[in-house]
């Protein structure tokens, strides 16, 4: 499987778990899609941090 978690750095340098099993992330107007495997869907107002699928994570950065 190539789903990875997805995790909002704060402003305040702390992680905060965003969604689990994100397969698709698309760019909005106002942030970031994240869509899960399960087809839950969420809309953050982020940007990509980083993202490391070896280890299944996606760190997205507070706007």
Known sequence: MCEA?????????KEELV???VDVV???ENGLRLQ???G???II?????SMSLVNHKIML???
């Open 36 to 38: 899960s495997i399960f």
């Open 40 to 42: 839950e869907q969420k």
């Open 26 to 28: 698309v760019p909005e």
């Open 61 to 63: 950065e507070e706007t």
């Open 45 to 49: 107002a982020a940007s990509i941090k």
């Open 19 to 21: 969604m689990e099993a």
């Open 5 to 13: 978690n997805a995790y909002l750095i704060k402003k305040d340098g």
